[in-house]
T-cell receptor
Framework: KNEVEQSPQNLTAQEGEFITINCSYSVGISALHWLQQHPGGGIVSLFMLSSGKKKHGRLIATINIQEKHSSLHITASHPRDSAVYICAVISGGSNYKLTFGKGTLLTVNP | NAGVTQTPKFRVLKTGQSMTLLCAQDMNHEYMYWYRQDPGMGLRLIHYSVGEGTTAKGEVPDGYNVSRLKKQNFLLGLESAAPSQTSVYFC???????????????FGDGTRLSIL
């Protein structure tokens, strides 16, 4: 069983919809990353968080350490948000090692 | 501000050939990483380095070697390429956790490698 599970694997939405992508993990962590990867493109870090909530523009990331769960929300989704969103965790005992989820493919239709 | 630069971007090799992938970062990061990304799987750590002159094995190190002779460069070598090494390779860099900047990992654009 993968240490980091994301749901859903695929998500299709209409422009303007509110999007939620979930990430559950089974190990103790010191931090969690949300990353974005456009088709054929590089990987960009969106958020790194270890507690609470962070917001950047239309993106919001939350984490519940007790429940070992994080969510990434996109408000007023747009076709340019279409990408793979990847959750990754840094294990509690590690200063560097990221364990990645398999990603969620988001498609936003106009 | 280049960030993390990977060369080459694409390469096709024959089984048994060797090659080196270069990763360069201009952010003075201590930590550097090499990952591979395969369909249906999450990114997996091949090797990493916590500073100039040091390297260590990650999750899937077999068939690869690395070197970090200069702080800004991290090289990934395939001595005898195999079809199973067909993948997209990503390099990343970061400061150590707890440092003053507390930055996340910064990724390059990837190298798409095909082994025939």
């Amino acid at each position: 069983k993968n240490e980091v599970e994301q749901s859903p694997q695929n998500l299709t939405a209409q422009e303007g919809e509110f999007i939620t992508i979930n990430c559950s993990y089974s190990v103790g962590i010191s931090a969690l990353h949300w990353l974005q990867q456009h088709p054929g493109g590089g990987i960009v870090s969106l958020f790194m968080l270890s507690s609470g909530k962070k917001k950047h523009g239309r993106l919001i990331a939350t984490i519940n350490i007790q429940e070992k769960h994080s969510s990434l929300h996109i408000t007023a989704s747009h076709p340019r948000d279409s990408a793979v969103y990847i959750c990754a965790v840094i294990s509690g005992g590690s200063n560097y090692k990221l364990t990645f989820g398999k990603g969620t493919l988001l498609t936003v239709n106009p | 501000n280049a960030g993390v630069t990977q060369t080459p971007k694409f390469r096709v090799l024959k089984t048994g050939q060797s090659m080196t992938l270069l990763c360069a970062q201009d952010m003075n990061h201590e930590y550097m990483y090499w990952y591979r990304q395969d369909p249906g799987m999450g990114l997996r750590l091949i090797h990493y380095s916590v500073g100039e002159g040091t390297t260590a094995k990650g999750e899937v190190p077999d068939g690869y070697n690395v070197s970090r002779l200069k702080k800004q460069n991290f090289l990934l070598g395939l001595e005898s390429a195999a079809p199973s090494q067909t993948s997209v390779y990503f390099c990343a860099s970061s400061y150590p956790r707890g440092s003053w900047s507390n930055q996340p990992q910064h990724f390059g654009d990837g190298t798409r490698l095909s082994i025939l």
